[in-house]
């Protein structure tokens, strides 16, 4: 049994795909971030950097793993499923998965704070952060123009970035002139365990939307998340 803390978010949203993908056993834990339930102690000793998502697999001693790229990299090796065991295999998947890691999700995150989330409207850094995610979608519209997924098989590379491009309206970013991408986008949204995925825990509002009835209420509430810290790590 897998025990999953985790909340509504891209990153949170990554680990409820994978286990579901994988058909793992798992009991969900939904931490609150805007009354800050991951800073709580209890959560603190299980990911002392106070962020979702995170595991505890009962099956390993009560194994705790953290970053939502590593707890995709575990689940991958548990199982023997969603990466390659070769080597070039392996470090292709890597690649992507870090390329999501290191680049998709802290650009859209960021996006998300200045466009969304912050109270005044710094537009500089709007354009800088939403810039860069558009350079981001078009590297990966060139490489699925010749891939069908992002390395080789359906892989956690593909779960990693989609759970992100799946919500680039709420970053205000179109994909217009991107159809690889959305073929991909597209593909991935229709798998049954993606589609359930995305609903553990469901959320308060249309994250693939730009929809703006809920979006002011939920971004005001969002803030008490970017005061938290939660939402610079690429969380929301």
Partial sequence: MIDLYTAATPNGH??????????????????????????????LAINPNGRIPAIVDREADDFAVFESGAILIYLAEKTGRLMPRDAKGR?????????QMGGVGPMMGQANVFFRYFPEKIQPAIDRYQGE????????????????????????????NWAWVRTHRWSGVELDGLPHLKRWRDSIRARPAVQRGIEIP????????DGEDKAREFSENARAMVETGQSRSGGV
């Avoid at 990554?14 to 993908?21: G, H, T, Y």
């Fill in 91 to 99: 470090s292709q998947v890597l690649q992507w998965l870090m390329f």
């Fill in 14 to 43: 990554k680990i409820s795909i994978a286990l579901e993908e994988l058909g793992l056993p798992y009991r969900l834990n939904v931490l609150d971030l805007t009354t800050g339930e991951q800073k709580a102690p209890a959560f």
């Fill in 133 to 160: 995610t558009l350079r981001l979608f078009r590297v990966l519209d060139t490489h699925l123009a010749s891939h069908e997924y992002l390395a080789g098989d359906y892989s956690i590379a593909d779960i990693a």
């Fill in 202 to 209: 469901p959320s308060s509002i249309d994250l693939e939307s």
